[in-house]
């Protein structure tokens, strides 16, 4: 297997307008800071499928792939591993004028895939990252673990409320 790498040079492609070539490749990605926390890929080499098109003027560009995020479910704060399924699609067309059409990932015919690939990563995570769907997660009072306990057996007796405290003080 070829090393992993993250750049590729399109010009070497020799791809004529209407013609694709689909590649196999392999990345290492960095990892992520998410709310605080490192989130990261340990290490992991990540197998990706890239299809590049040849337009009149670019590119068309779609890479498809799923890594495995390691770091702290968001609720309940165990080390937990997420499953990051990613189908970007990307277009550079140069010298249309249009830097909607200019993609931020190529540059002098050099597509950056680990920097596409880390922003396609971003943008695919979900709203929280949880250890399970129904992760409970900490107990506001005590800080244990609300997936490790039955919530019937786990209570506390309520505080009572502070703004009745002087009226408390009468009695």
């Not at 992520?32 to 709310?35: G, R, T």
């Not at 479910?73 to 990051?84: E, K, P, Q």
């Given at each position: 297997?070829?090393?992993?790498?993250?750049?590729?040079?399109?010009?070497?492609?020799a791809?004529?307008?209407?013609e694709?070539?689909?590649?196999?490749?392999?990345?290492?990605?960095?990892g992520?800071?998410?709310?605080g926390?490192?989130?990261?890929?340990?290490?992991?080499?990540?197998?990706?499928?890239?299809e590049?098109?040849?337009?009149?003027s670019?590119?068309?560009?779609?890479?498809?792939?799923?890594?495995?995020?390691?770091?702290l479910?968001?609720?309940?704060?165990?080390?937990?591993?997420?499953?990051?399924g990613?189908?970007?699609?990307?277009v550079?067309?140069?010298?249309s004028?249009?830097?909607?059409?200019?993609?931020?990932?190529?540059?002098?015919?050099?597509?950056d895939?680990?920097?596409?690939?880390?922003?396609?990563?971003?943008l695919?995570?979900?709203?929280?990252?949880?250890?399970?769907?129904?992760?409970a997660?900490?107990?506001?009072?005590?800080?244990?673990?609300?997936?490790?306990?039955?919530?019937?057996?786990?209570?506390?007796?309520?505080?009572?409320?502070?703004?009745?405290?002087?009226?408390?003080?009468?009695?």
């Open positions: 297997m070829p090393a992993p790498f993250n750049t590729i040079d399109l010009t070497t492609l791809l004529k307008p209407g694709g070539k689909r590649l196999e490749i392999e990345l290492q990605l960095e992520l800071e998410l709310a926390e490192g989130y990261d890929f340990g290490g992991q080499i990540i197998p990706a499928r890239m590049i098109s040849r337009t009149a670019g590119h068309a560009m779609r890479i498809m792939f799923t890594a495995r995020l390691h770091g479910c968001m609720r309940c704060l165990t080390g937990s591993g997420f499953d990051i990613v189908d970007s699609r990307e550079d067309l140069p010298g004028g249009d830097e909607d059409l200019a993609s931020p990932y190529v540059e002098e015919g050099r597509l895939v680990g920097a596409w690939a880390h922003d396609a990563i971003a695919a995570l979900p709203q929280a990252l949880l250890c399970r769907p129904d992760c997660g900490l107990c506001p009072e005590c800080g244990v673990s609300l997936n490790d306990v039955d919530p019937s057996e786990h209570a506390h007796e309520s505080a009572p409320d502070p703004r009745w405290a002087k009226l408390r003080d009468l009695m």
